[in-house]
């Protein structure tokens, strides 16, 4: 009974190829997020998506689209992927409310050769 | 735009022993909530501690707790009695007013027997 879970887990891949990162939650939350964790470990906010609408949408290249079918999924599908994507990216949810504390899955790893 | 400064790396700290982590914060907004989230090598993002502004009382979850200084903008995590399990990056985060974690960069904490 995962509450935030998100697939794979891995993903090696090559440049230029497109790629897509599932994410879905059974917590009931209203808002969905996805951060990028660098190789330096610093996490940053790419784009949050509040009952399916987007509300966050930080600087991050075009190549990078966020779709959410409904508020429990919100995926994450990159085009020509560039070395410099390789990352962790996580998913997290949270209630609207900014005292509700975010729940994170297990993060993602993309590595692109 | 709101920061969140850690100003250590690395920490050390022996079994049993005590240990704090530093983070500093800046934000215009009078209410306003802070986190601690643990980040293992297992990747997963774990939240530690919560700590809403207007509360003096500071936050408290077994041998974790803060000393939250509200006029400095100060925010520590103090880790009583250390435990192996306890090393970890550890990361001070901030709610955002677009409604979004803000990260520091992180504590990397070694705990030693």
């Known amino acids: 009974d995962t509450a935030v879970s998100q697939t794979p887990k891995y993903l090696v891949t090559q440049m230029g190829n497109d790629k897509s990162i599932k994410c879905e939650q059974n917590?009931?939350?209203?808002?969905m997020y996805w951060y990028k964790q660098d190789s330096k470990k610093f996490l940053k906010i790419m784009f949050s998506?509040?009952?399916?609408?987007?509300?966050i949408n930080e600087t991050v290249p075009n190549r990078f689209s966020p779709k959410s079918p409904d508020k429990a999924h919100l995926n994450l599908h990159i085009n020509s992927l560039e070395l410099g994507d390789s990352a962790v990216y996580f998913c997290?949810?949270?209630?609207?409310?900014?005292?509700?504390?975010?729940?994170f899955g297990d993060g993602t790893r993309l590595s692109i050769l | 735009a709101q920061t969140v400064t850690q100003s250590q790396p690395e920490m050390s700290v022996q079994e049993a022993e005590t240990v704090t982590l530093s983070c500093t914060y800046d934000t215009s907004e009078s209410d306003y909530y802070l986190f601690w989230y643990k980040q293992p090598p297992s990747r997963q993002m774990i939240l530690v501690i919560r700590q809403e502004a207007y509360k003096q009382q500071n936050a408290t979850e077994n041998r974790f707790s803060v000393n939250f200084q509200k006029a400095a903008k100060s925010f520590s995590l103090k880790i009583s009695d250390s435990q192996l399990g306890d090393a970890a990056m550890y990361f001070c985060a901030q709610w955002d007013s677009g409604y979004a974690l803000n990260f520091g960069k992180g504590t990397s904490l070694l705990v030693t027997p």
């Open positions: 997290a949810s949270s209630p609207r409310s900014r005292s509700q504390p975010q729940h």
């Open positions: 998506y509040n009952n399916k609408e987007l509300i």
């Open positions: 917590l009931g939350h209203d808002t």
